[in-house]
């Protein structure tokens, strides 16, 4: 979760960084990935 937080700090933020925009679509496989996986896990925790 706190990688989340992170994630979500820096776009908030750098949301005019042009380096960090391109290093974000570098990333943006992989951080769908574990968008989706915490997803998962966090659902199965709420639904049991």
Known sequence: MMGMTI???????????PIYLLARKN???R???LLDLVGKVY?????S
Do not use: M
Request: no cysteine; charged share 15%; hydrophobic share 40%.
């Open 7 to 17: 994630d979500f700090q820096l776009s908030s933020r750098g949301n005019f960084n």
């Open 27 to 29: 990333l943006t496989a």
């Open 31 to 33: 951080i769908l990935a």
């Open 43 to 47: 659902s199965k925790i709420h639904s």
